[in-house]
């Protein structure tokens, strides 16, 4: 027995009855692409996009501070900015950021910043594993770049037209959340911009995370030790009165005597190629102050802004 | 292998061509067929293969064994052989850490203290719909409603085909046999049907099911406060899971259609219900005519006296609910459906009837309860969700998702309008050519864009 319909046949059916499909989605999928490359938007579930995207906004436009934080993720969201403001009774803005735009996309910021302000203090807030980032990552996430050209990451076609729909079209009409805890928390990639705008600073809503003994070894790429010149001489430029090193903590089960050791090795390290002071606050916290290993939770947040102010009183 | 997968949309495309080269040997497209359904059935876990092999196996022997017999009781003796196979491989693999850890804890709160052994084994993909469609022919076969299929190719290929293996329809031997033995026939009908379909389903699952599920995790949770949280996640998860079915029986239709089969319909526009026994009419109607057909008339259906009908409709609803899964959730699921079918059946035997608005508020009622039994997880999350209806302050973020879940529901909306209106499934066919490429395209590009996008997986897998 053999069907009723040859094999050529088919494909002229599937041809003639799928090709106008085929045909108008591929020039809505071309309309999208086009539009990306002439105006992309940020992936509007992407946290890490939102926040450089905030923070480049910000560092043209923010007020004149007495204390200027720069940083990584655990800057952003291991320090309460208006508390430790009150604490010292500073002017405290923060433009820290993400791990993966490293000490070239720090260094844009107070670049930006310093076109309109000159902060008497800034602190660089770094968490070990941002000193241990390989050149591919940076490649990948095309996030430094982003501080550089002031552009989000550019895709592979048709990526781009997919991102685009997305997030021109689709996630602000559906409203969707932000993935896991942020969406509880926060809901919309709107509500955490608006968040990062008004304060340049975040929580991180996860739980704690179940206790693990695994001692942390801080190590310095070559790719971060590479882009530590270009942040040196930012610094040196805008000629701040007290310019301090920080690593932020590590949950205390992370943490041995040769952690603390490896830790002042790398600060030592980090702080003479920049030509900054390390200011040696609170190394580890207990880990329910932890809402990952790299952030602290929003009473962590608390307790180690303290910490911060109290090293930072005269 | 899932149908939202690169590896699935590679898969199919490269077994569609290969499939229609075959067109002049019937028996060469079945091999491929059977070989393309066990791969696609292995790519998830290839051990459970020997598992779908015995179940289709020991029941085309019986069926065989059935139509060589004529002795009532022998044949009775092969059947109840059959479905005790199928029963003990879905009650190993389905049930029985469930009964084991509650009757354990039946028996610790009776102050006994029992270790009872778990097996802790991983539940197979699809195990309840390929165990029901294989029980189903030996039954049919058992009926003499149809005759036993001789042919080893053509049964594997109906216990086993790909589209509908994991999560329906289940299909009946006696609509989907015939069909493996005839020459297939691809006509453009059929392939703008499919078309359709594979957009509708596509755009249902990425799009509209996908983002439902978000707002429906947001609100489940064992410290929910919010009694707007509890009712907004439970539209959002009423939506999601009708969505996401009706997303895996779309697509399974098109691309069975594509190979020139025809699956049956699942879901007849089932929030269009004005009572619950319409809403069972209308909702997985492949299962509920298998609890019907198998089931509840087993059990003497409705000709045994009022009481014991509703004695039957309690019982069928409640082993639908636990066909679902093993846990107390589904239990309750059923039995509150088989309660409120109950007291329909008790309500139209008075000769009284309902007006069809307030008659589909309240089965809708019906329905969003048991929504919020079948998500809540754990006796913790409802209690939690069930004690957050005493706070109803409303804050702006129930209004974010109030307005999400009204934009997600516009398009299923009017389309199921427009089918209804036309009383007819595939009335977005009858649009011109190129209005419903323009449709297809819009759908297709909006699913592409989500594609991937929150790695949901198709809900009725764990079932």
């Given at each position: 027995?053999?069907?009723?319909?040859?094999?050529?046949?088919?494909?002229?059916?599937?041809?003639?009855?799928?090709?106008p499909t085929a045909l108008i989605a591929l020039v809505l999928v071309?309309?999208?692409?086009?539009?990306?490359?002439?105006?992309?938007?940020?992936?509007?579930?992407?946290?890490?996009?939102?926040?450089?995207?905030?923070?480049?906004?910000?560092?043209?436009?923010?007020?004149?501070?007495?204390?200027?934080?720069?940083?990584?993720?655990?800057?952003?969201?291991?320090?309460?900015?208006?508390?430790?403001?009150?604490?010292?009774?500073?002017?405290?803005?923060?433009?820290?950021?993400?791990?993966?735009?490293?000490?070239?996309?720090?260094?844009?910021?107070?670049?930006?910043?310093?076109?309109?302000?000159?902060?008497?203090?800034?602190?660089?807030?770094?968490?070990?594993?941002?000193?241990?980032?390989?050149?591919?990552?940076?490649?990948?996430?095309?996030?430094?770049?982003?501080?550089?050209?002031?552009?989000?990451?550019?895709?592979?076609?048709?990526?781009?037209?997919?991102?685009?729909?997305?997030?021109?079209?689709?996630?602000?009409?559906?409203?969707?959340?932000?993935?896991?805890?942020?969406?509880?928390?926060?809901?919309?990639?709107?509500?955490?911009?608006?968040?990062?705008?008004?304060?340049?600073?975040?929580?991180?809503?996860?739980?704690?995370?179940?206790?693990?003994?695994?001692?942390?070894?801080?190590?310095?790429?070559?790719?971060?030790?590479?882009?530590?010149?270009?942040?040196?001489?930012?610094?040196?430029?805008?000629?701040?009165?007290?310019?301090?090193?920080?690593?932020?903590?590590?949950?205390?089960?992370?943490?041995?005597?040769?952690?603390?050791?490896?830790?002042?090795?790398?600060?030592?390290?980090?702080?003479?190629?920049?030509?900054?002071?390390?200011?040696?606050?609170?190394?580890?916290?207990?880990?329910?102050?932890?809402?990952?290993?790299?952030?602290?939770?929003?009473?962590?947040?608390?307790?180690?802004?303290?910490?911060?102010?109290?090293?930072?009183?005269? | 292998?899932?149908?939202?997968?690169?590896?699935?949309?590679?898969?199919?495309?490269?077994?569609?061509?290969?499939?229609?080269?075959?067109?002049?040997?019937?028996?060469?497209?079945?091999?491929?067929?059977?070989?393309?359904?066990?791969?696609?059935?292995?790519?998830?876990?290839?051990?459970?293969?020997?598992?779908?092999?015995?179940?289709?196996?020991?029941?085309?022997?019986?069926?065989?064994?059935?139509?060589?017999?004529?002795?009532?009781?022998?044949?009775?003796?092969?059947?109840?052989?059959?479905?005790?196979?199928?029963?003990?491989?879905?009650?190993?693999?389905?049930?029985?850490?469930?009964?084991?850890?509650?009757?354990?804890?039946?028996?610790?709160?009776?102050?006994?203290?029992?270790?009872?052994?778990?097996?802790?084994?991983?539940?197979?993909?699809?195990?309840?719909?390929?165990?029901?469609?294989?029980?189903?022919?030996?039954?049919?076969?058992?009926?003499?409603?149809?005759?036993?299929?001789?042919?080893?190719?053509?049964?594997?290929?109906?216990?086993?085909?790909?589209?509908?293996?994991?999560?329906?329809?289940?299909?009946?031997?006696?609509?989907?046999?015939?069909?493996?033995?005839?020459?297939?026939?691809?006509?453009?009908?059929?392939?703008?049907?499919?078309?359709?379909?594979?957009s509708?389903?596509?755009?249902?699952?990425?799009?509209?099911?996908?983002?439902?599920?978000?707002?429906?995790?947001?609100?489940?949770?064992?410290?929910?406060?919010?009694?707007?949280?509890?009712?907004?996640?439970?539209?959002?998860?009423?939506?999601?899971?009708?969505?996401?079915?009706?997303?895996?029986?779309?697509?399974?239709?098109?691309?069975?259609?594509?190979?020139?089969?025809?699956?049956?319909?699942?879901?007849?526009?089932?929030?269009?219900?004005?009572?619950?026994?319409?809403?069972?009419?209308?909702?997985?109607?492949?299962?509920?005519?298998?609890?019907?057909?198998?089931?509840?008339?087993?059990?003497?259906?409705?000709?045994?006296?009022?009481?014991?009908?509703?004695?039957?409709?309690?019982?069928?609803?409640?082993?639908?609910?636990?066909?679902?899964?093993?846990?107390?959730?589904?239990?309750?699921?059923?039995?509150?459906?088989?309660?409120?079918?109950?007291?329909?059946?008790?309500?139209?035997?008075?000769?009284?009837?309902?007006?069809?608005?307030?008659?589909?508020?309240?089965?809708?009622?019906?329905?969003?309860?048991?929504?919020?039994?079948?998500?809540?997880?754990?006796?913790?999350?409802?209690?939690?969700?069930?004690?957050?209806?005493?706070?109803?302050?409303?804050?702006?973020?129930?209004?974010?998702?109030?307005?999400?879940?009204?934009?997600?529901?516009?398009?299923?909306?009017?389309?199921?309008?427009?089918?209804?209106?036309?009383?007819?499934?595939?009335?977005?066919?009858?649009?011109?050519?190129?209005?419903l490429a323009a449709l297809n395209a819009v759908l297709l590009t909006a699913?592409?864009?989500?594609?991937?996008?929150?790695?949901?997986?198709?809900?009725?897998?764990?079932?």
């Amino acid at each position: 027995m053999r069907s009723s319909i040859s094999s050529f046949e088919v494909a002229r059916l599937v041809v003639l009855v799928a090709g106008p499909t085929a045909l108008i989605a591929l020039v809505l999928v071309g309309a999208a692409e086009l539009w990306w490359r002439a105006d992309p938007c940020v992936a509007a579930d992407d946290i890490e996009g939102v926040v450089v995207e905030e923070q480049l906004v910000r560092a043209r436009a923010a007020p004149p501070a007495d204390v200027l934080i720069l940083g990584d993720s655990s800057a952003l969201m291991d320090v309460d900015p208006k508390y430790l403001g009150e604490l010292l009774n500073a002017r405290v803005e923060s433009l820290a950021t993400v791990a993966f735009v490293g000490p070239t996309g720090w260094a844009r910021m107070l670049e930006l910043y310093a076109t309109v302000h000159r902060a008497p203090t800034i602190l660089l807030l770094v968490h070990g594993i941002a000193l241990n980032i390989e050149e591919s990552t940076y490649v990948r996430r095309g996030l430094e770049r982003w501080t550089l050209v002031d552009e989000p990451p550019r895709l592979q076609t048709p990526q781009g037209a997919r991102r685009q729909i997305w997030c021109e079209l689709l996630a602000p009409a559906l409203g969707v959340p932000l993935p896991g805890r942020y969406g509880v928390s926060y809901g919309t990639a709107k509500a955490l911009r608006a968040r990062v705008r008004e304060h340049g600073s975040l929580v991180d809503p996860n739980p704690p995370p179940p206790a693990v003994e695994t001692p942390y070894r801080y190590e310095i790429s070559s790719a971060f030790s590479a882009r530590l010149p270009r942040l040196a001489e930012v610094v040196h430029k805008a000629a701040p009165e007290r310019a301090l090193l920080v690593l932020t903590p590590l949950p205390s089960d992370h943490s041995d005597a040769e952690t603390q050791r490896s830790r002042l090795e790398a600060a030592r390290t980090v702080s003479t190629a920049l030509g900054l002071d390390y200011l040696d606050v609170k190394p580890t916290m207990n880990p329910v102050d932890h809402a990952t290993v790299t952030h602290l939770t929003a009473k962590g947040r608390q307790r180690y802004t303290e910490h911060l102010a109290a090293a930072l009183r005269p | 292998m899932v149908f939202d997968s690169t590896a699935f949309m590679i898969f199919f495309a490269a077994f569609f061509a290969f499939y229609h080269l075959l067109y002049r040997w019937l028996n060469a497209q079945n091999v491929l067929i059977l070989a393309g359904s066990y791969l696609f059935y292995g790519w998830w876990d290839w051990r459970f293969l020997g598992l779908l092999t015995l179940s289709a196996g020991v029941d085309y022997i019986a069926g065989l064994a059935m139509s060589t017999l004529d002795g009532a009781r022998q044949r009775k003796l092969i059947l109840m052989l059959s479905l005790a196979t199928n029963l003990i491989i879905l009650f190993t693999f389905k049930y029985f850490d469930f009964f084991a850890t509650s009757l354990q804890a039946a028996l610790s709160s009776l102050g006994i203290h029992a270790s009872l052994p778990l097996l802790n084994v991983v539940l197979p993909v699809g195990i309840s719909f390929y165990t029901f469609q294989s029980m189903a022919y030996t039954i049919d076969v058992y009926r003499r409603d149809i005759p036993a299929e001789r042919n080893p190719l053509v049964y594997f290929c109906f216990v086993s085909f790909f589209p509908q293996l994991v999560a329906g329809p289940i299909e009946r031997a006696g609509h989907m046999i015939g069909q493996m033995r005839a020459p297939r026939e691809l006509t453009a009908d059929k392939v703008k049907e499919a078309v359709w379909l594979l957009s509708w389903g596509y755009f249902l699952k990425e799009v509209i099911a996908d983002t439902a599920a978000t707002f429906a995790d947001e609100a489940f949770r064992v410290d929910q406060t919010s009694g707007w949280m509890t009712i907004l996640g439970t539209l959002a998860f009423s939506l999601q899971i009708y969505c996401d079915f009706n997303a895996y029986s779309c697509i399974a239709r098109g691309t069975a259609k594509l190979l020139g089969f025809e699956l049956v319909w699942n879901f007849r526009l089932p929030y269009f219900a004005t009572s619950i026994q319409d809403f069972w009419r209308r909702w997985h109607i492949s299962l509920s005519s298998w609890l019907r057909d198998y089931l509840y008339i087993s059990l003497g259906g409705n000709r045994k006296g009022p009481r014991r009908t509703y004695v039957n409709l309690i019982l069928t609803m409640l082993l639908g609910g636990l066909w679902h899964g093993a846990a107390w959730n589904f239990v309750l699921w059923g039995l509150l459906h088989g309660f409120a079918l109950a007291v329909n059946r008790a309500f139209t035997a008075s000769g009284r009837s309902m007006h069809s608005i307030p008659g589909w508020m309240l089965t809708m009622m019906i329905v969003l309860l048991g929504w919020l039994l079948f998500r809540c997880t754990s006796w913790e999350m409802l209690k939690a969700m069930t004690l957050a209806l005493g706070d109803l302050a409303w804050t702006e973020r129930h209004g974010e998702i109030l307005s999400s879940l009204i934009i997600l529901t516009g398009p299923v909306a009017l389309i199921e309008a427009w089918q209804r209106w036309r009383d007819d499934l595939l009335a977005p066919l009858r649009l011109d050519v190129w209005r419903l490429a323009a449709l297809n395209a819009v759908l297709l590009t909006a699913s592409y864009a989500m594609f991937d996008r929150f790695h949901y997986a198709f809900i009725y897998f764990q079932f």
